[in-house]
């Protein structure tokens, strides 16, 4: 097992953000890669962004796919939750249904990953709205202790709890990719022959470049 002081290489990471349309996930996208607040977004783009950040000392990359549900084929849909390490789940507190939206979009993540532990963040957008809220908090901090993922209140619009949502993903990934290493320590084990297969496959590509 790699010592805590031995060179940790830069990890990479699909992170996908979901939610129903109008909640903010371009604003709170934009946010985060480039500290800006976008009034409006044509809510038909669908685009990925490369950005580099630290968590905790670590370097990690991130590859965004700020969705916008307008892919043709379910089976795009399905391509890229399969591909996502981590889920940012958005809805809008001034909005019930947009928070309901979310168990299927759960339901969907675990189903494809098939994996009921996958890294997801709950995010309730439009924090700065609270004379317009519409989904009391703690029914959704309920809902998410339930499904085991934290939950924030965020604002896009006034760049409250942005960071802390998305790194608190890369936190889960990062440690999700840790827990594969450890399977080192035991050679013996199919999993920790696929997980030096993995190992290898991402040493390959874990070039990091400053961005
Ligand atoms: N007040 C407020 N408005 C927001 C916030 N985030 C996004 N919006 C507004 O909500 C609308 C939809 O945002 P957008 O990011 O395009 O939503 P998307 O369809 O989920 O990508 C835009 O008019 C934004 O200005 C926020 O945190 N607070
Ligand atoms: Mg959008």
């Given at each position: 097992m790699p010592s805590?002081?031995?060179?940790?290489?830069?990890?990479?990471?699909?992170?996908?953000?979901?939610?129903a349309g109008g909640v903010g996930k371009s604003c709170l996208t934009a946010q985060f890669v480039y500290n800006e607040w976008i009034e409006s977004y044509d809510p038909t783009i669908e685009d990925s962004y490369r950005t580099q950040k630290s968590v905790d000392g670590r370097q990690v990359v991130l590859e965004i796919l700020d969705t916008a549900g307008t892919e043709q084929f379910v089976a795009m849909r399905d391509l890229y939750m399969k591909t996502g390490h981590g889920f940012l789940l958005v809805f809008s507190?001034?909005?019930?249904?947009?928070?309901e939206e979310l168990e299927t979009l759960r339901d969907d993540i675990i189903r494809i990953k098939d994996d009921?532990?996958?890294?997801?963040?709950?995010?309730?957008?439009?924090?700065?709205l609270e004379e317009q809220r519409a989904v009391d908090r703690a029914k959704a901090f309920s809902v998410s202790?339930?499904?085991?993922?934290p939950y924030y209140e965020a604002s896009a619009r006034t760049r409250t709890n942005v960071d802390e949502a998305f790194i608190d993903l890369c936190r889960q990934m990062l440690r999700r990719d840790?827990?594969?290493?450890?399977?080192?320590?035991?050679?013996s084990s199919q999993r920790a022959e696929d997980a030096t297969k993995r190992h290898r496959r991402r040493?390959?590509?874990?070039?990091?470049?400053?961005?």
């Open positions: 805590k002081f031995s060179y940790q290489p830069c990890r990479e990471f699909n992170v996908v953000v979901l939610g507190i001034c909005s019930k249904a947009s928070f009921e532990n996958i890294p997801i963040v709950i995010v309730g957008n439009k924090a700065d202790r339930g499904w085991g993922a840790d827990t594969h290493d450890d399977l080192h320590d035991d050679p040493k390959r590509k874990d070039r990091c470049t400053i961005l």
